[in-house]
């Protein structure tokens, strides 16, 4: 039997201790570190207000009804609190979380060993759900739905099924790619929800809250200056804190104020928009090789030594939600503002004014 993957402290203690442990793709950075500072709590999970009142309803009625939640499905950019979200959850449902992501799921026995493991009322968690492969997918079906799997057993004359009841749990799906997820699958989600890029304001609450836990000294000028360059953001918000902190410690007397965050984070290459040096030479790419675009996402790709799928996921959200990246059917744009903030005067590729590298 397979089951998840890293120490995320929500996971439930005992089982996956005994069981062979499946490693996921590559484990993003230090989860020790993400789940020091995740919040176990609507009252300390900063942010997704709109969502947090529903789902505070939902709770509280499959608590009344004294029924597990239904199946529910987060969708949205990387870094936004999906996997924290199912942990308040389950932590206000008093329940388990077992958490796994697709790619952990490549086997039937896989998916087969973890539902089978499962206790009445848990909350099942898979992150990038959209990656499921069909047999996976097929089988999720009848659990998501009655409650049962069904096995096969023997070889092909004598093979027999065998219906197998599952305790009613829940599935909480992650995905950065809802139009990925297939038209069945997305159908067994009661409840669907996207989540938001954070404000200023919602960040920098974020980041006090989090320099608090890590002992770091911080204004308010200075969680506001990392949390303008955080991107909407919290997964980049605590990797930025950690490294101004350490700028802080070295260069000054450790406290970080708006000045020392703003000197941080420029050494880091990091802008006031909060775009690095991949975002810029992918949109400066755009400006000054196809005056502007569109040009397709793998073009650049291979321009800017990166690849699609990274661009795709991780940097074109948040361009996109910044207005800076425009896509079409014919491949990605820029918008006159993007011009302006790269320091471009006009549309035309011979402008440029200043390169910020
Ligand atoms: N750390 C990461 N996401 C958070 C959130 N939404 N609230 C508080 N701390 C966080």
Redesign the pocket.
């Known amino acids: 039997m397979s089951i998840i993957s890293d120490d995320n402290d929500f996971q439930t203690q005992s089982t996956h201790k005994k069981n062979p442990v499946v490693k996921p793709e590559a484990i993003e950075f230090d989860k020790n570190f ?1 789940n020091s ?3 176990k709590s609507f009252d ?5 207000s709109a969502l947090k009142d529903t789902l505070k309803i939902t709770i509280e009625a499959a608590k009344r009804r004294e029924k597990p939640l239904d199946h529910l499905l987060f969708y949205g950019p990387p870094g ?2 999906k996997t ?2 199912a942990g308040v959850i389950a932590q206000e449902m008093g329940v388990e979380i077992k958490i796994t992501s697709a790619p952990a799921l490549e086997r039937p026995r896989d998916i087969i060993g973890i539902l089978m493991s499962l206790q009445g009322g848990e909350i099942l968690f898979i992150d990038e759900i959209h990656r499921l492969n069909k047999v996976a997918e097929e089988i999720l079906y009848p659990a998501m739905e009655d409650f049962y799997l069904d096995m096969t057993t023997g070889k092909s004359q004598t093979v027999k099924t065998l219906r197998v009841p599952l305790p009613k749990f829940t599935l909480i799906g992650a995905t950065t790619k809802a139009g990925e997820l297939s038209g069945p699958l997305r159908d067994r989600f009661g409840i669907i929800h996207r989540l938001e890029f ?1 404000t200023d304001k ?1 960040l920098s ?2 980041i006090k ?2 320099a608090g836990i890590l002992e770091i000294e911080i204004d308010e000028k200075g969680a506001l200056a990392i949390a303008r360059r955080s991107r909407g953001t ?2 980049i ?2 990797r930025l804190i950690k490294r101004v902190s350490d700028y802080a410690l070295v260069k000054h007397d450790g406290k970080i104020t708006e000045q020392i965050a703003n000197e941080s984070l420029d050494i880091l290459k990091i802008d006031e928009f909060g775009l690095d040096t991949t975002d810029r030479s992918l949109l400066k790419l755009i400006i000054e090789k196809y005056d502007g675009g569109p040009v397709g996402i793998e073009t650049i790709a291979a321009a800017i030594g990166e690849d699609a799928r990274t661009i795709e996921d991780v940097c074109e959200p948040f361009l996109l939600q910044a207005g800076l990246l425009q896509r079409t059917p014919r491949g990605r744009k820029v918008s006159p503002e993007t011009y302006r903030h790269l320091g471009y005067k006009t549309k035309n590729a011979n402008s440029a004014q200043q390169s910020l590298f």
């Open positions: 993400e500072i995740r919040p300390t999970y900063i942010g997704q936004l609190g924290t979200l954070y919602e609450q974020v809250r989090t919290p997964r918000a605590n």
